[in-house]
């Protein structure tokens, strides 16, 4: 396991599910980041209410087993349930190289989209360094 270094900075253009019955009532944004097939193995990010283009500058540390994909989910909060309002799976390929930009999110439901829904995260692997005949991460 290595200690893996997430990002998750923004999102833009995210669907309100809030309904609009109350004049400037939008979706209240989180995201989650999970190791695939590891649901105890993850962070959250804190909501932000009303925002539909949210900045959340958060920076965690997950343990990283090196080889799952890591699936980012953008959920809506409200009182009584959360609604997804999109994930992307970044797979194990591109999570080993490290990324940093915008990603497209797949709708939560099955929907025609008028929109774009975007997430901006940065995932950096621990750089390997080597002492002698030893290997450190």
Request: hydrophobic residues 35%; contains cysteine; aromatic residues 6%.
């Amino acid at each position: 396991m290595v200690r893996l270094q997430v990002n998750i900075i923004s999102a833009s253009t995210l669907k309100n599910t809030d309904g609009g019955f109350i004049p400037g009532d939008v979706s209240d944004p989180f995201c989650v980041c999970e190791v695939v097939g590891q649901p105890e193995n993850r962070v959250e990010t804190h909501v932000i209410n009303n925002d539909l283009h949210p900045k959340w500058n958060y920076q965690a540390v997950l343990e990283y087993d090196g080889v799952s994909d890591l699936r980012f989910s953008v959920w809506d909060k409200d009182y009584i349930r959360k609604q997804l309002l999109g994930e992307h799976v970044m797979p194990a390929a591109v999570v080993k190289q490290g990324f940093s930009g915008t990603v497209s999110l797949t709708p939560g439901r099955p929907r025609i989209l008028t929109h774009d829904p975007r997430l901006t995260v940065k995932v950096v692997m621990p750089q390997e360094t080597t002492c002698g005949s030893c290997s450190i991460l």
